[in-house]
């Protein structure tokens, strides 16, 4: 029987130790953190996304499709809270009309029910919602990611679970394979998986690789709809995408719970792991200033760094871009909640890797650039993984 080690326990990691151990294989799960999904999983929007953005025939716009259906038939298997509510993407001014239908196109080449209607039409789902158009996608929805992580772990009972164990070290194997030191003992297995997430990159280059893009991680900050304002929202309103910008913008999400979320704005981390300003590590922002992709990156959009860091200090600014979908949204609903950290994965030309990054070496496969939709498709990307394994 093979062993296969698995360095992260965030949903993919997760994910791909289930993939592997229904395949025959013997799994341990190397999780640094006291918890599972302590990171990106844990700190999410909890959308299940449709495919819909996404470039034909990209890896995200395949697995997307399928993910959405394989997560929510996953979710209702092992009872974790789902709800299939479809989503409004609003176009608010006529120049944004082009983009709508591009966008209707474009779900339409990715296999994504979508379809446009009128402002009376949208207004039938959202009345409080501002359009001269919009695009309904039905299979959008909300799910429990934790609760997915959980019962991924109930799949898991057979391997070998290690929370609070970091990888430290990684060397060649005297008999093949990969050794991987945690400080306490050293785990031997025939080949390793890196899920690592926000530090996927490092764990790479202790690996011996050279990954040929870096992770700089963008925290995403997020409001809540006061209780007696989340009556403006019945389910999930988007924004028309800029496409000449490289994130979403700010938009409303209902969540399971009947909370309405609204965000993420995209700031420079100055920490990895780094959910608030005044999480600072000296080492992560020494690698990230020091990487030209960032400089090469920051010169591309100005402009738009410059909004998201004021957004990020004003709440009258994030209330604002808020009002440009539902007007009657103002300051005083707003109450600020939690932030996440997204690790993108940027090229030394300053390109963002828009789809999902995976690199293998002999024995290995790191997953290193697994951002929003990775934890739709978080099943898909696991088979993809296995079968890269062997």
Same mark, same amino acid.
């Given at each position: 029987?093979?062993?296969?080690?698995?360095?992260?326990?965030?949903?993919?990691?997760?994910?791909?130790?289930?993939?592997?151990?229904?395949?025959?294989?013997?799994?341990?799960?190397?999780?640094?953190?006291?918890?599972?999904?302590?990171?990106?999983?844990?700190?999410?929007?909890?959308?299940?996304?449709?495919?819909?953005?996404?470039?034909?025939?990209?890896?995200?716009?395949?697995?997307?499709?399928?993910?959405?259906?394989?997560?929510?038939?996953?979710?209702?298997?092992?009872?974790?809270?789902?709800?299939?509510?479809?989503?409004?993407?609003?176009?608010?001014?006529?120049?944004?009309?082009?983009?709508?239908? /591009?966008?209707? *196109?474009?779900?339409?080449?990715?296999?994504?029910?979508?379809?446009?209607?009128?402002? *009376?039409?949208?207004?039938?789902?959202?009345?409080?919602?501002?359009?001269?158009? *919009?695009?309904?996608?039905?299979?959008?929805?909300?799910?429990?990611?934790?609760?997915?992580?959980?019962?991924?772990?109930?799949?898991?009972?057979?391997?070998?679970?290690?929370?609070?164990?970091?990888?430290?070290?990684?060397?060649?194997?005297?008999?093949?394979?990969?050794?991987?030191?945690?400080?306490?003992?050293?785990?031997?297995?025939?080949?390793?998986?890196?899920?690592?997430?926000?530090?996927?990159?490092?764990?790479?280059?202790?690996?011996?690789?050279?990954?040929?893009?870096?992770?700089?991680?963008?925290?995403?900050?997020?409001?809540?709809?006061?209780?007696?304002?989340?009556?403006?929202?019945?389910?999930?309103?988007?924004?028309?995408?800029?496409?000449?910008?490289?994130?979403?913008?700010?938009?409303?999400?209902?969540?399971?719970?009947?909370?309405?979320?609204?965000?993420?704005?995209?700031?420079? /981390?100055?920490?990895?792991?780094?959910?608030?300003?005044?999480?600072?590590?000296?080492?992560?922002?020494?690698?990230?200033?020091?990487?030209?992709?960032?400089?090469?990156?920051?010169?591309?959009?100005?402009?738009?760094?410059?909004?998201?860091?004021?957004?990020?200090?004003?709440?009258?600014?994030?209330?604002?871009?808020?009002?440009?979908?539902?007007?009657?949204?103002?300051?005083?609903?707003?109450?600020?909640?939690?932030?996440?950290?997204?690790?993108?994965?940027?090229?030394?030309?300053?390109?963002?890797?828009?789809?999902?990054?995976?690199?293998? /070496?002999?024995?290995?496969?790191?997953?290193?650039?697994?951002?929003?939709?990775?934890?739709?498709?978080?099943?898909?990307?696991?088979?993809?993984?296995?079968?890269?394994?062997?």
């Amino acid at each position: 029987m093979r062993h296969v080690a698995v360095i992260g326990g965030g949903i993919l990691g997760l994910a791909v130790a289930r993939e592997l151990t229904a395949r025959g294989d013997r799994v341990t799960v190397l999780e640094k953190e006291d918890r599972w999904a302590g990171h990106q999983t844990g700190h999410n929007s909890n959308v299940v996304h449709a495919g819909l953005y996404y470039q034909p025939g990209s890896f995200k716009a395949r697995m997307s499709v399928t993910g959405n259906r394989s997560i929510v038939d996953f979710a209702r298997a092992n009872d974790v809270p789902v709800e299939v509510c479809g989503k409004l993407v609003v176009a608010t001014t006529d120049a944004e009309l082009p983009g709508l239908r /591009a966008l209707a *196109a474009r779900a339409e080449a990715n296999g994504v029910p979508a379809k446009l209607i009128s402002p *009376a039409e949208a207004h039938a789902y959202e009345p409080e919602v501002a359009c001269v158009g *919009a695009l309904r996608v039905e299979s959008t929805g909300i799910i429990d990611f934790g609760g997915i992580c959980q019962a991924l772990v109930r799949h898991l009972s057979g391997a070998d679970l290690r929370l609070g164990t970091p990888a430290l070290a990684i060397r060649p194997g005297r008999d093949g394979g990969v050794e991987i030191a945690t400080g306490t003992d050293v785990v031997r297995a025939d080949a390793l998986v890196n899920c690592a997430g926000l530090h996927s990159d490092r764990v790479a280059r202790l690996a011996g690789l050279t990954p040929r893009a870096r992770i700089v991680p963008f925290r995403g900050e997020y409001f809540t709809l006061r209780p007696e304002s989340a009556h403006l929202v019945r389910g999930l309103i988007y924004p028309v995408p800029d496409p000449t910008l490289p994130f979403l913008g700010v938009h409303l999400t209902r969540m399971l719970d009947g909370s309405v979320h609204a965000g993420p704005n995209a700031v420079l /981390a100055l920490r990895r792991e780094g959910y608030r300003w005044r999480d600072v590590s000296g080492r992560d922002v020494w690698e990230t200033v020091r990487f030209p992709g960032l400089w090469r990156l920051a010169r591309r959009y100005p402009r738009t760094a410059v909004e998201e860091v004021v957004r990020s200090l004003s709440r009258r600014r994030f209330a604002t871009s808020l009002a440009r979908l539902v007007p009657a949204i103002g300051r005083e609903d707003l109450v600020r909640a939690h932030a996440g950290v997204r690790a993108q994965a940027l090229l030394p030309d300053g390109t963002l890797v828009q789809d999902f990054l995976i690199e293998t /070496a002999p024995n290995q496969v790191h997953v290193l650039n697994a951002p929003s939709p990775a934890a739709t498709c978080c099943l898909e990307i696991a088979k993809h993984v296995a079968d890269q394994v062997g």
